[in-house]
């Protein structure tokens, strides 16, 4: 019975820790959402629930953070956002994700390089999505502009990531308690 208990109570935290990760995400939306742009760059935002998502990423794993992600691009679509808002965000999204996740899992990269490789992804990302709506391959010309701010933010994000990552010990997220 104890087994049940302790595994229970794990669940629970993580359960806790997850859904306080999506919220903390969703409320990075909303603030950036409401920043005037910080670069001269149309459409162009730091990424500020990026930070999550890296966090999510070394802290709770790939799949975890790919569902938190796409719960958070869900619901600031749905509060604050729209459809065309909701497509361009998960194309972006899915894309930087599953690229961070793969380079993460290599081991060979350091959070901020997987964080700026995450960074240009998700302008790939946006930017096929762009191609595919308005039918035209002259929209990727852009790409060429998004790509320094990409790594630009991404280097940002990943810094703040890692010391959060280095900063909130394991047992938070693993559910243990520390000795």
Do not use: C
């Amino acid at each position: 019975m104890k087994k049940k208990t302790d595994s229970g109570r794990i669940n629970i935290q993580k359960t806790a820790v997850y859904g306080v990760l999506a919220a903390l995400a969703l409320a990075l939306s909303y603030l950036e959402s409401q920043l005037p742009a910080f670069f001269p760059i149309p459409g162009m935002k730091l990424g500020l629930t990026n930070i999550i998502v890296v966090l999510a990423l070394y802290k709770t794993g790939g799949k975890s953070a790919m569902a938190m992600n796409v719960l958070r691009i869900v619901m600031a679509s749905v509060l604050f956002g729209g459809p065309s808002a909701l497509l361009y965000s998960l194309a972006g999204g899915m894309l930087s994700t599953a690229v961070m996740i793969i380079l993460k899992r290599t081991g060979a990269f350091r959070v901020v390089t997987v964080s700026i490789a995450g960074g240009v992804a998700h302008n790939i990302g946006q930017i096929i999505v762009a191609v595919l709506v308005t039918n035209t391959v002259s929209v990727a010309w852009y790409l060429a502009l998004l790509w320094f701010t990409g790594m630009a933010s991404g280097a940002l994000i990943g810094i703040i990531g890692s010391e959060l990552i280095r900063r909130l010990p394991d047992s938070l997220f693993e559910g243990k308690k520390k000795e």
